[in-house]
């Protein structure tokens, strides 16, 4: 019979990756908790407008790499591209800015983007990310950067923080103009994209691969140039704040980010390590993005880290927990051993019942397998062995053998 394959894209998360994979999640959730964000479980699917409206019509992801489909009931819905704008959609439908003060919120959880795959890419891929909604302080951005910072050092990955302004909407309309008409002038220089960006999203061609493009952009003006007073005073203190934080960074000109909602402060977390994918972390302020949704004017800030990328840089996990098995010499004991685990389990010991019945020789092998520190053989006796020394006790009361292997590990 035919074997059926994993769809293009799609990947099986298990082993070491699914150890790291959870190990990546607990330290980001750890963290936010220390940070009092609050969690928010959003839905896979939504009215595919949110996407348009927020991340932007002219760009990448909405024009070619969304999931999108006609559900039973005629809806045009997509599988969620990003987080950012379903947490915006939640936020206004909640109600949420009626309880006043100011939210912090973080998700974690699959996204869709048709992408051609490659290391690092994949059509589904895990974010983690928060967003706080209805601070327009630099407090709050630098807080975010320097908790995704501290986040990545935890993790002890190697990386490189880059920043950039991208203005308020005045100081990006003027720069886009001037960008408009720079491009123009080399626009049979350009790649075919990059092309028909011009009229559909200039900023994205600062950002192109293509060689002759970043030739053309090198001394394309800079929207550093063109910030308001505002703006630019506000990147500043957050170049400051961060200084004094010892956060170190790169003021990256070029860093435009691919989606439509940014305002002011923009962020990515880089590493050279995995090839050319190599965004493990970005993020900025959307200072328009709810009230473009229909909510009421609030300003807003927030990032995502891609786990599979995290995956891929992660080189150590903490030690694990030692294994005890449980071996029944004969299924006569098989009630005994089941009750042992327990009671060593209810301790908080890591227990395996071992599930493969037959002879001493094929069960220690299997215990081997499974990686056991130590096996405990049941009979009318309790035989405690260390799986590397070979060394063996006895026992007779199971209170007595779950004492001796309490105090081993
Ligand atoms: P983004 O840069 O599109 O931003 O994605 C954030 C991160 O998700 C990337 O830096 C990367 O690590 C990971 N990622 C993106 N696409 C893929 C893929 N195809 N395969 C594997 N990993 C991928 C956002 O999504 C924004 N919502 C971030 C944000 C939150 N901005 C403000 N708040």
Known sequence: MSKIQKVRGFQDI???????YRYIVDTFRETFEKYNFKEIILPFVEDISLFKRSVGEATDIVQKEMYVFLDKGGREVALRPEGTASCVRAYIEEKMYAEGGYHKLFYEGAMF?????????????????????GVSSVLADTELISMVYKILKRLKIDFKLEINSLGDFQSRKTYTQELIKYLKQYENGLCETCKSRINTNPLRVLDC???????????????????SEESEK????????LKALNIDFVENPR?????DYYTDTVFEFTTDQIG?????AAGGRYDNLVEQLGGPPTPALGFAAGIERLILLVKDLPSEK????VIPLTPDYNIQALSFSESLRNSGIKTETLLKEGSLKSMMKTADKLKSDYVVFISDKYELKEMKSGNQEIFYTPEDTLEAVKDKI
Not at 322 to 325: D, K, R
Request: net charge positive.
């Open 322 to 325: 030692p294994l005890i098995t």
């Open 113 to 133: 983007r048709y992408e051609r795959p490659q290391a690092g890419r994949y059509r589904q891929f895990h974010q983690i990310g928060a967003e706080i909604f």
């Open 209 to 227: 691969k293509v060689e002759s493009c970043k030739q053309i952009t090198k001394d394309a003006p800079k929207i550093i140039d063109y910030l």
């Open 14 to 20: 298990y082993g070491e990756n699914a150890k790291k």
């Open 234 to 241: 506000r990147f500043t203190q957050l170049k400051e704040y």
């Open 276 to 280: 050319a994918q190599g965004t493990v």
């Open 255 to 259: 860093l435009v980010r691919g989606l």
